[in-house]
């Protein structure tokens, strides 16, 4: 690949800043300074940028706070897109919202340009387990919260066995292992409820960073690239 275009992703620039570092000199590899943006380099090369070690790294993986108002999508007209949330930059990544939160639910969002990654998270067969924090209108029932666990019908959909954990009477957590469409609010509208605040705190076994405000992303460390089964 070109110097310019391993310089800008693995530093997270601009390819025109990437071009003037590399002009003034800043840039080496494997020891020897270039200044040519459209040298050959390979990933594996030993990148020095401006006194610090690059590393090129094929596939990104962010988490994201999302917040209400947003549309788990790449592109709207209408709406703006989580992927708004981001710097310019991030641009050339062609990120996407690995599953989806609907606009006015909060909480983890894998960003990622992984596809078989996404693919194997998103898959019911995995049963990748998606925790969220629930407000309920009405308080929810022992008995509620039993048919709920075991599946109930949100529209021509049994759903899989649920995991709930009450907080209090209006408030609880609910681990589930698919994505539907509005499910976590069908499955309470099942039961005669209704889901007035919803936010996702789990995801993958990783638990939301409760550093991130809403709207802010962070990328994942090694180690959870590796509990979801991404490439470092």
Known sequence: ?????????????????????????????????IKDSGANVNE?????????????????????????????ATDDKKQKTVLDLLPENFSRYDLFPAGR??????????????????????????????????RLEKPLTDKDKETIEQGVDIGGY?????????????ECTITIVEGKFHQVKKMFEAV?????????????????????ALGEYRYLTDEEVKTIGGTI
């Open 44 to 72: 594996t090369d030993s990148l020095i940028v401006d006194g610090k070690r690059a590393e090129y790294k094929k596939f990104i993986y962010l988490m994201m706070n999302k917040p209400q108002g947003y549309i788990s």
């Open 101 to 134: 939160l609907d606009i006015d639910t909060e909480g983890f969002l894998l960003l990622t340009n992984d596809g078989q990654t996404a693919h194997n998270l998103l898959s019911p067969s995995k049963k990748v387990g998606k925790e969220y924090f629930a």
């Open 1 to 33: 690949m070109r110097l310019d275009k391993f310089v800008s992703d693995a530093m997270g620039i601009t390819r025109k800043d990437s071009k003037n570092l590399i002009k003034k000199g800043l840039v080496s590899v494997n020891g020897a300074i």
């Open 192 to 212: 005669g409820n209704k889901v007035t605040y919803l936010k996702r705190v789990s995801f993958a076994s990783l638990p939301l960073d409760p550093n991130l």
């Open 158 to 170: 049994i759903t899989k066995p649920a995991k709930i954990e009450k907080h209090s009477d209006t």
